[in-house]
């Protein structure tokens, strides 16, 4: 949370400090596809925020086009390092890294999505929460070239784009002041990202 304030505060208001406002959104949501120690959604989000109380012209397009370039290039790093791992006799750290965020369950769920609906699976994965990784070393143990990917997950990263900003657009338009619409986005995305995980967790015992 401590990042994620930082990464707000850091999206500036002047047109003077608009130069070292968007690279940090870029960075944070560049790392946070690739570890996830950053909360990319609500950064977006919050981010969007901003944005409407900027007189700047362009500021939510420029916020959309940091956003999904960011997630765009951390998504094709992480495979390309898995790529790496997949390719080596004695794998690697990052590969073992995203086999770690993937529970079995859920990768033979993105195993057989995959299979059945190719390139599709990619989209709606990034709008899933947890759903991105499992799809993703579905792809590197299919041995998909980073082409193909790149194909998929290039819409895909788009839709999350615009997916977090119109949160933050609309919790941006609830109030008149920056910070509570900021903190109306960080409900609304901690929501959003946590609601299919509890409703999995309670169908489990009734089905059982």
Known sequence: MNSLSAAVTSIPTEPTQQAFGYPSLFLLVFVGALVPVVPTGALVSSAAVVAMHQTLPFAMLMVFATASLAAFCGDMALYWLGRRGVGSRNGSRWLEAIRSRAPEDRLEQAQEKLAEHDVAV???????????????????LAKWPPRRFARGNLPACLAWAVTYQLIGILSGALFSKPWEGVAAAIVLTVVVSTAPGLWRRFRRPAKA
């Not at 709606?124 to 792809?139: F, K, T």
Request: glycine fraction near 6%; charged fraction near 10%; proline fraction near 11%.
């Open 122 to 140: 990619l989209v709606l994965s990034r709008l899933v929460p947890a759903g991105r990784i499992p799809v993703m070393l579905a792809c590197l």
